[in-house]
C-alpha cells in the first residue's frame, strides 16, 4: 500500500512520538481480566493466542491491548508487551469508522444529504471545480468519489482544513464520481470540511459533541491542529474506541443515549459499493473482505468462515483493528502500534478463539 512512503514515514513518526510521550506503558508487563462471573467463557487459548504475536520478528508486535464485549458485558481485556490496558496511540485508518459516524450524525440533524453534491455544502469555502460536481457526500464516504488516495496537505500541521481542500480540490481525479471504488484519506478530508461548513464548529468538535463525548470516549483526540487528518489522525484507547463499536452493535444507542438512528447506524450492515471495480485498495491479497460501508470493511463471511455475518471491521495502517459480529453480538478491539499485515494476522487468530467459546456457550 506504500505507493505512497512519506504518509507511512509520517505516521510512524507520529506513533513514535506519542509512544515516548507515555501513550503506552508498564513496558513488558502483563494485564488480564478473567471473563465476567457466571458468562461461563474460558479464553486462556485466547490469551495465549494474542501473546503469541508479541515479539521483536518482523511479523510480530511490540505490545497490545485487547478487549472484547459479547452481549453488551466486556467479559476479556488483556494487555502485553510495551501496552498496557490504558495505553493510547495512534489508530491511523481506524479512524475512519467514528469520522463517518459524526457525518451521519449530521444526517440525522438534516444538515447533509448524503445524496447532494459537495458543492452545496462548501459556500464559497473552497473553489470546487466543474470535474468534481457530481462528487456527493456518500461517495466520499464510501470512497468512490475518484479523488485519489493521498494529498501532501494531510501532513501539513501549519495549514488549515481549508487550505488543504483547496489542494484537494485542484488535483486530478483517478476516475469519474461513481464509477469504481478508490480508497481516499483525502476524500473524508473533504468530507470534515463540509462538517465544519454545515456546523460552524472545528472538526474536533463535530466529532466531539456527536460521537466521542455521548459515548465517553476521553482519550480520543486528534491533537491540537486546524489541519485535523480526519480519516487517520486520531488517537485512541482500546476500552473507548469499545464504546464506540457496542454503540455501531446496539444500532445506534449507547447507555440509554442514542448517538445515531437506527436507520444511520444500520447502513453499515450493507456494502455500498456494490460490484464497483476497485481501483486502490490499502488491504493485502486475501484480507477477507468483500464490501465496504461508511468507514468501515465488509467481511467475506463465507471465505473467512466461523461469522454469521454481517461481520464489519476498520482495520488500520499500523495494525490497530476493531470488528463486529452483528450475528454473534460481539464487538472487539485490537490495538497496536505495527502494520496493517499484522494486525489482520492478530484479527483472524483472535476471531477464531472469540468464535469457539461463543459456540461452546450459545
Known amino acids: 500500500m506504500c505507493s505512497c512512503r512519506s504518509v507511512c514515514a509520517s505516521a510512524i513518526l507520529m506513533s513514535f512520538l506519542l509512544l515516548m510521550l507515555g501513550g503506552c506503558s508498564d513496558s513488558g508487563s502483563y494485564g488480564y481480566e478473567a471473563p465476567a462471573p457466571g458468562t461461563g467463557y474460558d479464553f486462556d487459548a485466547l490469551a495465549s493466542t494474542l501473546d503469541g504475536f508479541v515479539g521483536d520478528d518482523e511479523n510480530e508486535v511490540s505490545g497490545y491491548s485487547f478487549v472484547l464485549d459479547i452481549g453488551g458485558t466486556t467479559v476479556f481485556q488483556r494487555a502485553a508487551g510495551e501496552f498496557s490496558t490504558g495505553s493510547v496511540v495512534p489508530i491511523a485508518s481506524s479512524a475512519k469508522a467514528p469520522a463517518a459516524a459524526a457525518i451521519l450524525a449530521l444526517v440525522d440533524e438534516g444538515l447533509i444529504d448524503l445524496a447532494a453534491p459537495v458543492s452545496r455544502y462548501l459556500n464559497g469555502a473552497v473553489v470546487w471545480p466543474l470535474s468534481k460536481s457530481a462528487i456527493t457526500m456518500g461517495m466520499l464516504l464510501n470512497h468512490t468519489s475518484g479523488i485519489p488516495f493521498n494529498s501532501p496537505c494531510l501532513s501539513r500541521q501549519e495549514m488549515t ?202
Open 161 to 362: 482544513l481549508q487550505a488543504c481542500v483547496q489542494e484537494i480540490a485542484d488535483t486530478q481525479l483517478d476516475f469519474l464520481p461513481g464509477t469504481m471504488f478508490g480508497y481516499s484519506g483525502a476524500g473524508y478530508q473533504v468530507a470534515g470540511l463540509v462538517a465544519q461548513q454545515v456546523t460552524g464548529q472545528s472538526w474536533a468538535a463535530v466529532i466531539r459533541e456527536r460521537v466521542t463525548a455521548p459515548l465517553g470516549m476521553s482519550s480520543y483526540s486528534y491533537g491540537n491542529t486546524q489541519n485535523p487528518r480526519v480519516a487517520g489522525g486520531a488517537v485512541s484507547s482500546a476500552g473507548d474506541y469499545l464504546r464506540f463499536a457496542r454503540m455501531m452493535l446496539d444500532g445506534g444507542t449507547y447507555g440509554g443515549r442514542t448517538v445515531l438512528s437506527p436507520a444511520q447506524a444500520a447502513k453499515i450492515r450493507t456494502s455500498q459499493i456494490g460490484v464497483l471495480g476497485s481501483f486502490f485498495s490499502p488491504l493485502p491479497p486475501g484480507a477477507g473482505v468483500d464490501g465496504y460501508s461508511f468507514g468501515w470493511w465488509i467481511s467475506d463471511v463465507a471465505g473467512l468462515g466461523g461469522s454469521i455475518g454481517p461481520e464489519v471491521s476498520d482495520p488500520g495502517l499500523l495494525g490497530t483493528t476493531p470488528w463486529i459480529e452483528f450475528g454473534r453480538n460481539y464487538a472487539a478491539v485490537l490495538l497496536v502500534d505495527s502494520n496493517t499485515a499484522n494486525g489482520l494476522a492478530m484479527w483472524k487468530a483472535a476471531r477464531a478463539r472469540i468464535q469457539e467459546q461463543i459456540a461452546a456457550h450459545p
